[in-house]
C-alpha cells in the first residue's frame, strides 16, 4: 500500500472535518493508500514542504510572498472558519476602532484574513484599533483575557462554537470572517519541488478527501457525528446547528474552487502583504476532478 505523510498547520473543524471523516470512514485504506496525519502547527515551512498540507492558507501565502510552487488539488471550503467575538457593549466591528482586538500574527493565513476583513469594515488594523497578536490555541486566553476586559474583542477559530461560545461567556458574535473575505484556505495541496501532482498516492489521497466531502453532504447525521467528536463539549443539538450554519452550505461536494473567487482572493492577500507581483491563479489551484475512485 501506497502511504503519505498529511499534515494539518490548524486545529478545530476548518482544518480536520474532512480529513477526520475519510480516516473514520476508512477511504483512505479504501483508496489504496496509508496517510500519516501529522500535526504540522508548529513546523517551519522547510518541513511542512516535505508533505501533502490540509493548510492551503499558509501554502497559498508562502506562494504569493515566496513563490513556492505549492500546488493545490482539492477544496473543502472558501469561507475561513474564524469569528470576531466582542465584549457585549460592542454592537457592530465599527464600534471597534481605538479598541484593544486580539489577532493572529499578520503574516499568518488566519492574521491575513483579519485583517483584511477590518479594513472592509474601515478600520486600519495598524492605526485604527490595538491589535494585541496572539498565537491559536484553544483560545482560552482569548475568552480569559475578554472577560477581564483587557481586550475588547478577539479573532477566534473553529475549536470553539461561537454561537455557544458568546452565550457561555456573556459576549457578542460580531463577524463571521467567512462572510466578508473568500479564499479557498483548507484542502489537499502538494509542493511540487518534493511531491509530483500525479503521484500515485496524492492520488488516493486526493480521492478520498472528494469522498468525504461528498459524505459530509449526503449523510448530515453522519457528518453532525463528526462535528460533535472534534468539539465533544456541544450537546447534538449545537452540534446540528454549527453544521447546518457553517459546514453544509459552505463546504464543496466536489473539491473544486470558484476561479472568480480565488483570484480576487488572491489579489487581496498579495495586497495586503505588501507582495506586487501576483501569481496566476490558474497554477496555484488545479482542481478538476481526474479520476474516479478505486472504491
Not at 471550503?77 to 481605538?98: C, H, I, M, N, Q
Request: include cysteine; hydrophobic fraction near 40%.
Amino acid at each position: 500500500m501506497r502511504t503519505i505523510d498529511l499534515t494539518y498547520v490548524g486545529l478545530g473543524i476548518h482544518e480536520e472535518l474532512v480529513a477526520y471523516v475519510a480516516d473514520q470512514q476508512d477511504y483512505y485504506q479504501q483508496e489504496g493508500v496509508h496517510v500519516a496525519l501529522r500535526d504540522g502547527c508548529a513546523w517551519d515551512g522547510e518541513r511542512v514542504r516535505r508533505t501533502a498540507t490540509i493548510g492551503l492558507g499558509r501554502a497559498v501565502l508562502s506562494r504569493v510572498t515566496d513563490g513556492i510552487p505549492w500546488t493545490v488539488l482539492c477544496v473543502n471550503t472558501d469561507r475561513p472558519l474564524f469569528w470576531l467575538l466582542a465584549r457585549d457593549a460592542y454592537a457592530s466591528v465599527e464600534e471597534l476602532k481605538g479598541r484593544r482586538i486580539g489577532i493572529h500574527p499578520p503574516t499568518t493565513a488566519p492574521g491575513c484574513f483579519s485583517r483584511i476583513m477590518l479594513r472592509k469594515h474601515g478600520l486600519d488594523p495598524d492605526h485604527d484599533v490595538r491589535s494585541v497578536v496572539m498565537r491559536p490555541g484553544d483560545y482560552s486566553r482569548h475568552l480569559r483575557e475578554l472577560a477581564e476586559g483587557s481586550l475588547d474583542a478577539a479573532f477566534v477559530g473553529s475549536t470553539l462554537a461561537p454561537e455557544v461560545t458568546v452565550r457561555q461567556n456573556g459576549l457578542r458574535l460580531l463577524a463571521f470572517v467567512g462572510d466578508h473575505f473568500r479564499i479557498p484556505t483548507v484542502g489537499i495541496a502538494v509542493d511540487r519541488t518534493h511531491i509530483a501532482t500525479d503521484d500515485p498516492a496524492v492520488r488516493a489521497l486526493v480521492r478520498a478527501n472528494r469522498r468525504a466531502l461528498r459524505t459530509i453532504h449526503d449523510e448530515p447525521d453522519l457528518a453532525v457525528r463528526y462535528v460533535n467528536g472534534l468539539i465533544p463539549s456541544l450537546a447534538e443539538t449545537e452540534a446540528r446547528q454549527y453544521y447546518e450554519r457553517y459546514v453544509a452550505p459552505y463546504f464543496t461536494a466536489d473539491g473544486r474552487h470558484d476561479p472568480s473567487v480565488a483570484t480576487q482572493a488572491i489579489s487581496s492577500v498579495a495586497e495586503e502583504l505588501g507582495v506586487a507581483t501576483v501569481p496566476e491563479v490558474a497554477d496555484i489551484y488545479h482542481t478538476e476532478p481526474a479520476e474516479q475512485s478505486a472504491a
